[in-house]
């Protein structure tokens, strides 16, 4: 058929876990193909300096740090293309992906590292200063803010941990949650009360981050019940209200937990249906972050090589 293609080794997704797995894959002559998604380098495009990335002393810049990613992948010999799957088929042997609801590749294996997008709240001054002042991840950027005084919006346990972690960094911590209890476990939200600079602020929601254009310098709450509204002076604010697996166009062909990240078979990154592999954010709500993500990319280029050799034996 004119518009099918036969791949070795499909790769979607071209954050840290893709472009891992496609240096390793394309080092072990798999011919990997990629399909970066829309947003070609993942979350990391969005971020500005990365600082805990190791082999970068000096730091570098999350869009610098994915074209160095892509031109080692691409220079081993890993073929990219823009591009987005809009459907699967995992029901019979060779699997079938279609690509931006016209093209059909079929593949002997495929890594899926399609990574998870972080929740927003939706307001314009949490975009506009997006990378500024605003994050959605404390590791990789409380440091950013150390001494200083930040806010931290959520209640689950990514809220509770990044405010446990941003507290032993800066001077004080604000915890903005929308009702009037946690939803993190019972041991997460007591580490969180006996920090002592961690102020918690319960039924309230987040209005407006504020700042001189250039960087925060406060953030307006309003408290749910008195609609009273109160301005925090802070430089730096995080939202920890969850991430979103992209994993919508695997749900009927994988097992998916209940928050919808990819089912791996432990110690490794097999999935349920054999020669389909998941790495970085995809399937892990826990670590998230670019290293983990790089050395499951890793992880899946070596079981999807294992999985064609042995496949290779018995034909
Ligand atoms: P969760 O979905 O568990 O929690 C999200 C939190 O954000 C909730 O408290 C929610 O409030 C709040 N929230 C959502 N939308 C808004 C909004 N618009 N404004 C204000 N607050 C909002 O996400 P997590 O990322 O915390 O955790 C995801 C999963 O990962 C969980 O299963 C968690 O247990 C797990 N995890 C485990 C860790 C560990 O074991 N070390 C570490 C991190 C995560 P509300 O409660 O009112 O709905």
Redesign the pocket.
Known sequence: MENTEHLHCLIIGSGPAGYSAAIYAARADLKPVMITGMQPGGQLTTTTEVENYPGYPNGTQGPEMMEDFRKQAERLGTEIRFGYVTSVDFSARPHKVIVDESKTITADSIIIATGASA?W??LPSEEKYNGFGVSACAVCDGFFFKGQDVAI?????????EATYLAKLCNKVYM????D?????KA?VHRVLNTPNIEIIYNS??KEIMGDGKTVNGVKISNKNTQEERILDITGFFV????TPNTAVFKDSLDLDE?GYILTIPGSTRTKVAGVFAAGDVQD??YRQAVTSAGSGCMAALDAERYLAAANDIA
């Open positions: 929740k709240l939706g919006v959520g209640a689950g346990d990514t809220a509770a941990e903005i949650v929308r009702r209890e946690f939803r993190a476990s997460m929601e987040t920890a209200i969850g991430h928050s709500k826990i």
